[in-house]
């Protein structure tokens, strides 16, 4: 069993915040006696921290030596009846965690708390509490539900509240700040200083929850906000987890995730529960270039969507995305040559629950020593270009190719390209690019990149048309942008008109693939004559060694609308192709249209 760090907070806080001493009935017997564990730890000094905090609260609080080696926290010897009668009181109040068990004293070996003390060897002991005119609280149904209140305690006016608040020591007071706070009713820090924000805020509960708005709670409104804070933390399931192969400890809502493996950055947890939550701990060595080198990987993987908060500087970097079925939440920094950091992911209907898991991520990420070895992958993984340590990369709905045309890197493509509700255009798949002016009747766009951009080389346009028959070569990217650089095409240009007589078309003899739709014609110099036009005419599909292209010639009016200035080419001496390739390649961008 391990302990619940934010239940246990809960766990030492509640009777505190109540103000009032435990007493259930019940008349011990010598024999069969047990025990109530409640937490173990890994070492003797947090066991006898945990064990001298539950003795202020609980009677009979004993530390041993398991067998296992590890250190347990229990409550007895008990009866077994009056230990089960005890443990449901305990769990229905909130004061113990709700993986706590009955267990017999077999696998203790020594007792280590108090010092001196021999629980092993005593007979059940009787369970009582202080105050002995406090009424026995019921026994819960084994079908019903937990209540939210505390039974047996009395309601109280507001003197009354304010007598037993003023009880309270600062944990107590912050304890229902917090609680406050998860339920948005209070947006201060937390002080334990009940001033006119907390007061504010338990005024606004009060009046949530339909009771006087006193600004004072009760003891049993006090019981009942802590209880719904309890409730909540339940539900997360909210675990300190320590990996100590990623070098990180961390807060995580185990109700919704479990520990899948380690798959080097990542150490990953899947969803459970239907809840949709994923968590990834990143961890591996390296500088502020692997930092930004992640940084750039994480936007490609289909759990970062596209719209969000983009922020890299420094020594650290945050990637936010939503969508309309996803959102997530990344940040990563470098710590002593690794970076470390997590991924959040949940859909959008966890919004509420996710404000309140992720501070708690936030405050409880402690970068350990050590970092994920890059050999931290799982035996017999398949390897693919679309996955990344087997996250899914995000793939664009549609792939096309594009060619500055001008030195501030404005690019011209294809209508195709952007046509549909693209929720991002990309140059490079890196660059966002707004549709800076479109001509559906030539099928001919320009973008402009959101960020200044230096092209290596930018188009050089024809003033006059080409020459039939000469050779020409096509810049492109087939297979949808997979070979990642530019290849060349070579053929003839066979045609100064369209199909249909278009003097703006020009017909090439040369086979393109889709993706090569947007890219730069080149005659022999070097200079564009024309832009290559998707492989259909009037709805017919285009042999496949018939390409149409606009002609370069017609379009210095269009770009002059578009506000682009185009350079007229004067070259006039030919290049071989090594060259041109060369020359295409700088020149020509794939544009990709993502949903």
């Known amino acids: 069993m391990r302990l619940d760090g934010f239940r246990g907070l809960f766990a030492l806080v509640l009777t505190a915040a109540l103000g009032l001493a435990l007493l259930w009935p019940g008349t011990a017997r010598a024999q069969e006696a047990v025990f109530i564990q409640i937490e173990s730890h890994a070492t003797l000094g947090e066991t006898e921290s945990r064990a001298r905090a539950y003795a202020q609260l609980l009677d009979n609080v004993n530390g041993f030596q398991a067998r296992t080696g590890l250190y347990a926290i229990a409550l007895g010897p008990y009866a077994p009846a009056d230990a089960q009668v005890l443990l449901r009181d305990l769990l229905a109040r909130g004061v113990v965690p709700a993986d706590s068990f009955l267990q017999d004293a077999l696998p203790y070996v020594a007792q280590v708390f108090p010092v001196g003390a021999t629980a092993l060897a005593q007979p059940a002991q009787p369970v009582t509490g202080t105050a002995q005119d406090a009424p026995a609280a019921a026994e819960p149904a084994a079908t019903a539900p937990v209540a939210l209140v505390a039974p047996g305690i009395p309601e109280e ?20 700040q917090i609680a406050l706070q998860w339920f948005g009713f209070y947006t201060s820090g937390i002080d ?20 006087e708005p006193t600004g004072i709670l009760t003891s049993r409104q006090r019981a009942q906000l802590l209880s719904e804070y309890q409730g ?19 807060g995580l809502p185990m109700a919704m995730v479990r520990f899948a493996g380690h798959n080097f950055p990542f150490s990953q947890f899947e969803p459970i529960n239907d809840s949709g ?7 591996q060595p390296g500088d502020r270039n692997t930092l930004f080198g992640l940084y750039e990987i994480m936007q490609t993987l289909e759990i970062v969507p596209l719209e969000g908060e983009r922020e890299r500087q420094g020594d650290r970097f945050l990637l936010t995305g939503q969508s309309d079925t996803l959102r997530s939440h990344t940040e990563a920094r470098l710590v002593n040559g690794a970076v470390k950091g997590f991924t959040l992911v949940w859909p959008p209907e966890r919004d509420a629950q996710m404000a309140r898991v992720l501070p708690m991520m936030q405050d409880s990420f402690t970068a ?13 993984m398949d390897q693919s270009i679309d996955m990344v340590s087997g996250l899914d990369v995000r793939q664009p709905t549609r792939v096309r190719t594009g060619f500055f045309i001008d030195a501030r890197g404005a690019v011209l493509t294809t209508t195709e390209a952007v046509d549909g509700q693209c929720a991002q255009v990309l140059i490079d798949d890196a660059y966002a690019a707004d549709i800076a002016y479109r001509d559906d009747a030539l099928g001919l766009a320009v973008l402009r990149p ?9 188009a050089e346009i024809a003033s006059e048309p080409g020459r ?12 949808d942008g997979a070979l990642g650089t530019a290849s060349m095409a070579f053929g003839t240009l066979a045609d100064l008109s369209g199909i249909n007589g278009e003097d703006t078309v020009q017909r090439l003899d040369l086979a393109t693939a889709d993706s090569e739709a947007g890219g730069p014609v080149f005659d022999a110099s070097g200079t564009v004559i024309g832009m290559v036009l998707p492989g259909t005419a009037e709805g017919r599909v285009l042999p496949e060694e018939v390409t149409l292209a606009l002609r370069a010639d017609r379009l210095a009016a269009v770009l002059s609308a578009a506000g682009v200035t185009p350079t007229v080419s004067a070259r006039t001496t030919s290049l071989n192709r090594e060259l041109l390739a060369r020359l295409g390649a700088d020149m020509t961008v794939t544009v990709s249209c993502w949903n």
């Open 157 to 176: 006016t507001p003197q009354e509240a304010r007598q037993s608040e003023a009880a309270l020591d600062r944990t107590g007071r912050e304890a229902l």
């Open 192 to 211: 334990g200083a009940f001033g006119p924000g907390t007061r504010a805020a338990m005024t606004a509960w009060q009046e949530a929850r339909g009771v």
């Open 232 to 250: 909540e933390l339940a539900a997360l399931g909210m675990e300190t987890v320590r990996d100590e192969r990623a070098g990180i400890e961390i």
């Open 277 to 283: 939550v994923q968590v990834l701990l990143i961890s």
């Open 368 to 380: 350990l020593g050590g970092v994920l070895d890059p050999g931290a992958v799982p035996e017999g």
């Open 450 to 458: 959101r960020q200044a951009l230096a092209p290596m080389a930018f």
């Open 468 to 479: 039939l028959r000469a050779e020409v070569a096509v810049a492109g990217f087939p297979f």
